[in-house]
């Protein structure tokens, strides 16, 4: 059932309270009048009855839901199924207002952003106010017609220029995929997944877009950082949308004129070639500037030299200005400064795409700005003398976004002169994920590409965390939650922000240069290594045992359930455990008469531990249901799907073994004493421990 955002929170603030609450609290906790509240409450008793569920309201006592926990969990999850955006916060309506105007420039009533949002009409009117002042800043004017709605006017390129920018801003928050979905990806290996930008871009056309451009394969867009190439795509994809609307950008001739056509051009004829080829449409040339424009803007992994004459021409005034620069930063300082060929190669990369953004006017975000400006004030007022040298270049004002980043690239080179007389080494760390495989892989990758050569990066499980691992790694990287260990832990976003990269660039200062924590891994390193995982796992295995008893006539897939709760809190691990052992046992039966005993093994994404337990039931005689054949005992052994995976079966096949060879250990197992069992498994892996290092040493 479709619910409004207003009746969402309601039942999100009554179902995750324990007992009654007044109404005055409910109407605090949403952010709304208590007269809109007990208005809305009208009409909540219609929905709550296809979950089996009743609203209560009690004078001198409250309001609550009543039902079954199994109807509320239900209804609980189908609230948070919708929107995620909290409709309370002022800030995050405001974007999600301007998304929505941006999406759709014909005209609409205050009504309908207020059923949208579930706020008044007079909220609504206050917001359009408050987001005037944004889209006039990129000549966009919101217009109000009595009678009839809102809607947006200005130029085509003024629209453009406004959703690139939204789109810039907000592409890392959940303004635009918690409200509509997953977040997107757009890289130059893989083709484009994800939402559809908050429904102003579309997901087809973006696919395409990047599909020509991927098979173009010109050495200028894959030499582009990826938040650059990122933007050209963002660029175009607008564009195409546009023109297929049939919105196309007034030609003046004005920016054609100052363009020269050189290689970006050439670039970005050959781009437009292959769209009109893949759209069927003929583009105009002014979208040829454009895109020569976000082209030459673009920031670059390297620099590249044209061979061109006028080009070596241009690198020798660039060269001069950045001697200005430098000295306008730091007279003292600035002859060293001048003579850090990194800093000089690496300012150059950035002043290119600089100018061309002065010059024309085009934006650029800079999402640590408040941090630099917070964190490094001196050098950042230096920069700002910096920036008057580059005015008077251009003859264009320099924003404090582009001060921002002039202030990271002057502190690193006055960094690596402060640190010229350390001793620099490559810094151990360790990326985590829940496996090992998935997201610390991916992060690992970018994190190479953004700290080339400065770190030895190794992907690891939570699980894989071992005492030897520790002890040569300097910092971890985690994506997930972790028990805090000796070693320094950084909490990520696994899509790594800039703020979440400015951490690791800290942490990689400081141990680049302390001594070595490890002198490096030789054959013993390794083999102690190993002997920890193993020792690890082993310890896991008995600590964790588990001995629970059922009902004698519980049902196979009354156990399974069982089986799933007592292992794991989380309903959905619950789930997979239970899925997991059933096809384990539709392959072949893994209830074994002849032994008395059922051995219910399998790999699951259910646990994330190596698992063993012992199911009886109550009365420690046999379980009553057809299905078991009179068997007395169930052993449960689970193993995650990891990358432990061979000393996580070697274990557990050890143990398998004990049930047939060892008749000691099933004696004390039918006697049903949790920690005799624990007592006799912990006795024979100690054996197996034993035997594993001996044939290590051999």
């Given at each position: 059932?479709?619910?409004t955002p207003?009746?969402?929170?309601?039942?999100?603030v009554?179902?995750?309270e324990?007992?009654?609450?007044?109404?005055?609290?409910?109407?605090?906790?949403?952010?709304?009048?208590r007269r809109?509240?007990?208005?809305?409450l009208?009409y909540?008793?219609?929905?709550?009855?296809?979950?089996?569920?009743?609203f209560?309201?009690?004078?001198?006592v409250?309001?609550?839901?009543?039902?079954?926990?199994?109807g509320?969990?239900?209804?609980?999850a189908?609230?948070m199924?919708?929107?995620?955006?909290?409709v309370?916060n002022?800030?995050?309506?405001?974007?999600?207002?301007?998304?929505?105007?941006?999406?759709?420039?014909?005209?609409?009533k205050?009504?309908?952003?207020?059923?949208?949002?579930?706020?008044?009409?007079?909220?609504?009117?206050?917001?359009?106010?408050?987001?005037?002042?944004?889209?006039?800043?990129?000549?966009?004017?919101v217009?109000?017609k009595?009678?009839?709605?809102?809607?947006?006017?200005?130029?085509?390129?003024?629209?453009?220029?406004?959703i690139?920018?939204?789109?810039?801003?907000n592409?890392?928050?959940?303004?635009?995929?918690?409200?509509?979905?997953?977040?997107?990806?757009?890289?130059?290996?893989?083709?484009?997944?994800?939402?559809?930008?908050?429904?102003?871009?579309?997901?087809?056309?973006?696919?395409?877009?990047?599909?020509?451009?991927?098979g173009?394969?010109h050495d200028?867009?894959l030499?582009?950082?990826?938040?650059?190439?990122?933007?050209?795509?963002i660029?175009?994809?607008?564009?195409?949308?546009?023109?297929?609307?049939?919105?196309v950008?007034e030609?003046?001739?004005?920016?054609?004129?100052?363009?020269?056509?050189?290689?970006?051009?050439r670039?970005?004829r050959?781009?437009?070639?292959?769209?009109?080829?893949?759209?069927?449409?003929?583009?105009?040339?002014v979208?040829v500037s454009?895109?020569?424009l976000?082209i030459?803007?673009?920031?670059?992994e390297r620099?590249?030299?044209?061979?061109?004459?006028t080009?070596?021409?241009e690198?020798?005034?660039?060269?001069?200005l950045?001697?200005?620069?430098?000295?306008?930063?730091?007279?003292?300082?600035?002859?060293?400064?001048?003579?850090?060929?990194g800093?000089?190669?690496?300012?150059l990369?950035?002043?290119?795409?600089?100018?061309?953004?002065?010059?024309?006017?085009m934006?650029i975000?800079?999402?640590?700005?408040?941090?630099?400006?917070?964190?490094?004030p001196?050098?950042?007022?230096?920069?700002?003398?910096?920036?008057?040298i580059?005015?008077?270049?251009?003859?264009?004002?320099?924003?404090?976004?582009?001060?921002?980043?002039l202030?990271?690239?002057?502190?690193?080179?006055?960094?690596?002169?402060?640190?010229?007389?350390?001793?620099?080494?490559?810094?151990?760390?360790?990326?985590v994920c829940?496996?090992?495989?998935?997201i610390s892989r991916?992060?690992?990758?970018?994190l190479e590409?953004?700290?080339?050569?400065?770190?030895?990066?190794?992907?690891?499980?939570?699980?894989?965390?071992?005492?030897?691992?520790?002890?040569?790694t300097?910092?971890?990287?985690?994506?997930?939650?972790?028990e805090?260990?000796?070693?320094?832990?950084v909490?990520?976003?696994p899509?790594?922000?800039?703020?979440?990269?400015?951490?690791i660039?800290?942490?990689?200062y400081?141990?680049e240069?302390?001594p070595?924590?490890?002198?490096?891994?030789d054959?013993f390193?390794?083999?102690?290594?190993e002997?920890?995982?193993?020792?690890?796992q082993?310890?896991a295995v008995?600590?964790?045992?588990d001995?629970?008893?059922?009902?004698?006539?519980?049902s196979?897939?009354?156990?399974?359930?069982?089986i799933?709760?007592?292992l794991s809190?989380?309903?959905?691990r619950?789930?997979?455990?239970?899925?997991?052992?059933?096809?384990?046992?539709?392959?072949?039966?893994?209830?074994?008469?002849?032994?008395?005993?059922?051995?219910l093994?399998?790999?699951?994404?259910?646990?994330?531990?190596?698992?063993?337990s012992v199911?009886?039931?109550?009365?420690?005689?046999?379980?009553?249901?057809?299905?078991?054949k009179?068997?007395?005992?169930?052993f449960v052994?689970?193993?995650p799907?990891?990358?432990?995976?061979?000393?996580?079966?070697?274990?557990?096949?050890?143990?398998?073994?004990?049930?047939?060879?060892?008749?000691?250990?099933?004696d004390?197992?039918?006697k049903g004493?949790?920690?005799?069992?624990?007592?006799?498994?912990?006795h024979?892996?100690?054996?197996?421990f034993?035997?594993?290092?001996?044939?290590?040493?051999?």
């Amino acid at each position: 059932m479709e619910f409004t955002p207003r009746m969402r929170q309601i039942f999100q603030v009554l179902l995750k309270e324990p007992s009654a609450i007044s109404v005055k609290y409910l109407a605090e906790q949403i952010g709304v009048s208590r007269r809109t509240v007990q208005r809305e409450l009208e009409y909540i008793s219609a929905p709550l009855q296809e979950y089996g569920l009743a609203f209560v309201s009690k004078t001198g006592v409250g309001i609550w839901i009543e039902g079954s926990e199994e109807g509320k969990q239900q209804l609980l999850a189908d609230s948070m199924a919708g929107d995620g955006y909290d409709v309370s916060n002022r800030e995050e309506r405001r974007k999600r207002l301007i998304l929505e105007i941006l999406k759709e420039k014909g005209l609409r009533k205050l009504y309908y952003y207020s059923s949208q949002f579930g706020v008044s009409e007079a909220t609504i009117s206050s917001d359009l106010e408050a987001v005037e002042g944004w889209l006039g800043a990129y000549g966009l004017l919101v217009s109000r017609k009595p009678g009839s709605g809102i809607s947006v006017e200005g130029s085509e390129e003024s629209y453009r220029r406004a959703i690139r920018a939204f789109i810039d801003k907000n592409i890392d928050t959940k303004v635009l995929w918690e409200a509509y979905g997953e977040e997107p990806v757009i890289s130059r290996e893989k083709k484009y997944h994800g939402s559809n930008m908050g429904k102003i871009l579309d997901n087809e056309i973006m696919g395409r877009v990047i599909e020509c451009l991927h098979g173009i394969g010109h050495d200028r867009m894959l030499n582009m950082t990826e938040n650059s190439y990122r933007g050209l795509v963002i660029h175009i994809s607008i564009a195409i949308e546009r023109m297929i609307k049939h919105e196309v950008v007034e030609d003046t001739g004005e920016w054609r004129q100052r363009i020269t056509e050189d290689g970006d051009y050439r670039l970005a004829r050959l781009i437009v070639e292959q769209l009109e080829k893949e759209f069927g449409i003929a583009i105009p040339e002014v979208e040829v500037s454009y895109i020569c424009l976000h082209i030459k803007g673009a920031k670059h992994e390297r620099i590249q030299w044209d061979e061109e004459k006028t080009l070596e021409i241009e690198s020798r005034e660039m060269q001069r200005l950045v001697n200005d620069m430098i000295d306008a930063f730091d007279p003292e300082q600035g002859y060293l400064m001048k003579q850090d060929d990194g800093f000089i190669q690496g300012l150059l990369a950035h002043l290119q795409p600089t100018l061309i953004r002065l010059m024309y006017g085009m934006q650029i975000q800079n999402p640590v700005l408040d941090d630099i400006k917070d964190s490094y004030p001196e050098m950042y007022r230096s920069c700002e003398k910096v920036a008057k040298i580059l005015e008077d270049y251009t003859g264009k004002q320099v924003p404090e976004q582009e001060i921002g980043f002039l202030t990271v690239h002057f502190g690193a080179a006055m960094v690596r002169l402060e640190g010229r007389k350390e001793e620099i080494r490559k810094v151990q760390a360790g990326v985590v994920c829940s496996s090992g495989i998935g997201i610390s892989r991916l992060m690992s990758s970018k994190l190479e590409k953004v700290f080339r050569g400065r770190m030895q990066l190794t992907a690891y499980g939570k699980n894989d965390i071992t005492p030897y691992i520790a002890s040569k790694t300097d910092f971890f990287i985690s994506s997930i939650p972790m028990e805090q260990l000796d070693v320094p832990i950084v909490f990520v976003n696994p899509l790594l922000s800039e703020g979440d990269i400015e951490k690791i660039r800290q942490m990689i200062y400081k141990y680049e240069r302390l001594p070595k924590k490890h002198n490096g891994a030789d054959e013993f390193s390794v083999q102690l290594e190993e002997i920890n995982l193993m020792a690890a796992q082993i310890g896991a295995v008995i600590k964790h045992m588990d001995f629970f008893k059922v009902d004698n006539h519980i049902s196979f897939g009354e156990l399974l359930i069982a089986i799933g709760e007592k292992l794991s809190p989380y309903s959905d691990r619950q789930e997979m455990i239970r899925e997991d052992i059933l096809r384990r046992e539709k392959i072949a039966s893994q209830v074994f008469a002849e032994f008395g005993f059922a051995l219910l093994h399998t790999r699951t994404k259910g646990v994330t531990r190596p698992e063993f337990s012992v199911c009886m039931t109550k009365d420690l005689g046999a379980f009553l249901h057809p299905y078991f054949k009179g068997i007395k005992i169930v052993f449960v052994m689970l193993i995650p799907i990891d990358d432990n995976i061979k000393v996580n079966t070697d274990i557990m096949g050890y143990i398998s073994s004990m049930m047939i060879e060892e008749y000691e250990f099933m004696d004390v197992v039918a006697k049903g004493d949790k920690e005799e069992i624990r007592r006799v498994l912990s006795h024979n892996l100690k054996k197996y421990f034993n035997r594993y290092i001996g044939k290590l040493g051999t």
